[in-house]
């Protein structure tokens, strides 16, 4: 399942010839430390300072840094400490101190805050290290590189992640940071950036993941919800099978990234989790957004994404992409404030600032701005009813039904009537309702019409060519339906959300 190595290393120039495709001017760019600090939900919840105010360290090993945090007044005492060199197991010991709580496998910032880590001078590098976030508050990671972390072989550490938080942590701002691997679980390695056990107000920005299995998760099992409140903006995913990020409960704002060579899938709300993604780029990947492995379905609110080379896989019982017309199935609101870059220059910005020794620079939103209001406009809206009907026939009179588990008391054929007082309902809160004939009938569409009482029930949906499994249009809400002529016979509405009991009475296909 997972590729070799090998396969990984040809992400590289992809990310160059994505910057020379957009064709549009750079933007001004400026460096981070005069645009006021931390960004996204970072700045809730009483804001991410780090150290500030604090005394300036400098360390070039791994003992150094547990001996800066050790030396400490108290486990709270703000501190800087700059990196340099190359940090590994040779260097970096246990270190002991009532200020700290280290480790000799990781650089371990557990039960402790107000803490940065800056890599300085020629770079920092943790090699095979990972650093870990443990019951910490108010910590800051800049301008590092992390790279192949490892869980099985030799050495260990951090259970495979490159930076891993769990366990009631808050406010964490990582920023232009290099995460990468060398492989999957197959090499030994985990995840590049994951937060569980309860992990809030946190943000990645202008970082690098690449080269790896697994992007990062917001959540360890179906169970673990209590994680959210995370930002992801100039972020680079190159080469990368799948979650970036896995979200499992909770909620995420995902917007100005640039991801290349995504395998398997990309974003995958699940859980019960929202996720608002907006102005990113996706090039040459496969199921990018949606819910996948799981039944439990998460939700998105989608706008300004463009989609290049993107395959989507059919839907199933455990499947539920996006694509391949991603719409919002919810809506999120976020408490700060922010600039969006256009999509079609985000390669072009992240491939200019992302990543350590960028000289922490940042994009002044030059790049056709857009200021999103105070308060979100959901993107999709059911369409007012009652819904004219297009010209010529109803071809879904005198064809045929059928469709998944009904509720009791209805029937297949209440969708092709002519006679909105009667209806069909799924057995439970999702299912497929189809128009069959007996031969191909071409079909460019649709008008689904709710029974009186009901409107407003479905949410979201795909409309399907059943002979070949094909997504001919998805959205959310009951209305009319147009996409590409189609000869097909047999089409099939498939509800994949709702917001009570959908009722269709009416289920019209129309050729023009």
Known sequence: MRRAVALRLQAVPAAVAIAAAAGVALPALQASAAAGGASGYATANGGTTGGAGGQTVRATTGTAIHTALCNRASSSTPIIIEVSGTINHGNTTKVSGGSCNTAA???????????????????????????????????????????????????????????????????????HVTLEASGGEAEGFDGLFDMKNDTQYVTLSYSILRNSGRGGLIGSSESDRSNGYISFHHNLYENIDSRTPLLRGGIAHIYNNSYVSLHESGINSRAGARAK??????????????????????????????????????????????????????????????????????????????????????????????TPPATPTPTISPTPSPTPSPGGPNLSIGAGSDGSSKADGTSYGNVRDGNMSTYWSPAGSTGDISIKWGSATTVSRVVIREASGAEGGIGAWQLINAGTGAVLKSGSGAGAISFTPTSLSKITFRITGSASTPKVAEFETYAG
């Open 277 to 370: 993604v907006e102005n990113n780029y996706f090039k040459n990947s496969k199921d990018v957004l949606g819910t996948f492995y799981t039944s439990e379905a998460g939700y998105w609110q989608v706008s300004g994404n463009i989609f290049d080379n993107v395959t989507w896989s059919a839907p199933g019982s455990e499947n539920n992409p996006a694509g391949p017309n991603p719409q919002s199935n919810t809506t999120v609101s976020v408490p700060y404030s922010y600039s969006l870059d256009g999509a079609s220059c985000v390669p072009s910005v992240v491939l200019q600032t992302a990543g350590a020794n960028k000289g922490l620079q940042e994009s002044n939103g030059s790049c056709t701005p857009q």
């Open 105 to 175: 496998d990781a650089i371990e910032l557990k039960q402790i805050s107000n803490v940065t880590i800056i890599g300085v001078g020629g770079g920092a590098v943790f090699d095979q290290l990972g650093i870990h976030i443990r019951e910490a508050r108010n910590i800051i990671i800049r301008n590092v590189t992390v790279r192949n972390v490892k869980k099985s072989g030799s050495p260990t550490s951090n259970g495979g992640d490159a930076i891993g938080m769990e366990s009631g942590v808050r406010n964490v701002w990582v920023d």
